[in-house]
């Protein structure tokens, strides 16, 4: 009986601990939610107050627009004009990149965008152009029509004024030399800086010796209007026609394909872009026309004519003097420039142009000295009538 009632005494008192246990884990569950409430509230207040006074610090710059702003008006538009910008005419691209970019065409015909086309109008010099002035007068009045590429040595360093036409008109040029492949290489090199703006639809090659025989609204006319291009190419018996084909050029090039012609051509775009696209044809060339074998005579004659033979006229559009022989071509200077002769190169030949016939065959002349200069400017408004 003793035993029973310490036992219970021990169950009673277990009892009673567990109650106060019970009652500490409740207490404790309400101070640590109480605690909670506490701290929540706390940072509410906190972060209503942050972020009242993020909206006062950004309102200022959100009042600025009324609308949304999306990504695409946050960086502009992204449409053609940054595409069809051209680069400058000194640019860093090296040849590979500059052809490469200059081969790409649409194949789409139709402009997407308001297009007038332009003559680019490219000089291959050994320094400055010499005759500057006169075609100073010849493109006066007609911005926006022609665009300026001059290919010169690299020693060259001579800047034209700011106030010229030539102005930064300098493309990044190399050493080229008379007969050599590398004449090829700048013409190619021309075309693909001239190609860089869409705008440019007719391609002009020319010296610093030479001159414009009609005023710019003839010459843009006729130019703009063709419908073929203009690279010479004959087929020449002897020496320094057939003689200068190397067989080792077979099969790509024959004899029979073999074609000779003026180095100073014109051309429209799509034939500009195959020229500067050709990596089958100018390899050859490259390696096989050197020494006698002047690539510049022989290379786009023949070119063009095995590939778009339908698309060429066969002659040149630069008049030159061969009369005398020898490896070059007369030259002109002071005495020789008379309103007499400068109107007979204007029309002494008979030619044709778009399937009718013509006594204007030319429209450039070479090759003329810098002392040919003051009788040329004095004779040009009224023989070639720049002031119009």
């Known amino acids: 009986m003793k035993g029973e009632n310490s036992n219970n005494q021990v169950i009673s008192l277990w009892k009673h601990f567990n109650a106060q246990m019970h009652f500490l884990n409740i207490l ?7 605690c909670g409430l506490s701290l929540g509230v706390i940072l509410s207040f906190h972060l209503k107050n942050y972020s009242f006074a993020l909206h006062i610090t950004q309102f200022p710059l959100s009042s600025r627009s009324v609308t949304p702003v ?7 538009r992204v449409g053609l004009t940054e ?50 002035p006169l075609w100073e007068k010849f493109f006066k009045g007609h911005q926006g029509l022609y665009s ?6 690299p020693s060259f360093n001579l800047s034209e004024p700011e106030g010229s036409v030539f102005h930064g008109r300098r493309i990044p040029s190399k050493e080229v030399e008379w007969g050599n492949v590398n004449m090829i290489e700048a013409e190619r090199r021309l075309l693909a800086n001239a190609l860089l703006d869409f705008s440019n639809q007719r391609f002009v090659l020319l010296s610093e010796a030479c001159i414009p ?8 006319s006729y130019l703009i209007n063709s419908s073929q291009s203009f690279v010479e190419s ?25 074609r000779k012609g003026a180095q100073w051509f014109e051309m429209d775009r799509d034939l500009a872009v195959e ?6 044809y100018f390899p050859v060339f490259q390696k096989y026309c050197r020494g006698a074998c002047y690539a510049d005579e022989h290379y786009l004659p023949t070119f063009v004519t095995m590939k778009f033979g339908n698309k060429n006229s066969n002659r040149t559009l630069t008049w030159v003097d061969w009369s005398k022989g020898g490896p070059h071509p007369a030259k002109f200077i002071r005495t020789n420039v008379t309103v007499e002769f400068l109107e ?45």
Request: glycine share 6%.
């Open 28 to 34: 404790s569950c309400f101070l640590l939610f109480g």
């Open 70 to 76: 999306n990504e695409t008006s946050r960086v502009g």
């Open 83 to 132: 595409f069809l910008k051209p680069p400058n005419a000194m640019h860093d691209m090296d040849d590979g990149e500059l052809l490469w970019r200059a081969s790409m065409s649409p194949r789409i015909p139709e402009y997407p965008f308001d297009h007038v086309p332009k003559v680019a109008f490219m000089f291959l010099t050994k320094g400055a152009v010499t005759l500057a």
């Open 148 to 153: 300026i590429y001059v290919h010169s040595d």
């Open 213 to 220: 025989l009609f005023n710019f609204s003839t010459v843009y």
């Open 234 to 258: 004959y087929d020449l018996p002897g020496p320094v026609g057939r003689g200068r084909y190397n067989k080792r050029m077979r099969p790509l090039v024959t004899l029979q394909q073999w």
């Open 275 to 280: 020229v500067v696209s050709d990596q089958v």
């Open 344 to 388: 007979r190169l204007r029309s002494q030949s008979q030619c044709l142009y778009n399937g009718n016939t013509t006594n204007m065959c030319h429209l450039f002349a070479r090759k003329f000295s810098p002392d040919a200069l003051y009788r040329l400017l004095k004779f040009a408004p009224k023989v070639m009538q720049f002031h119009e």
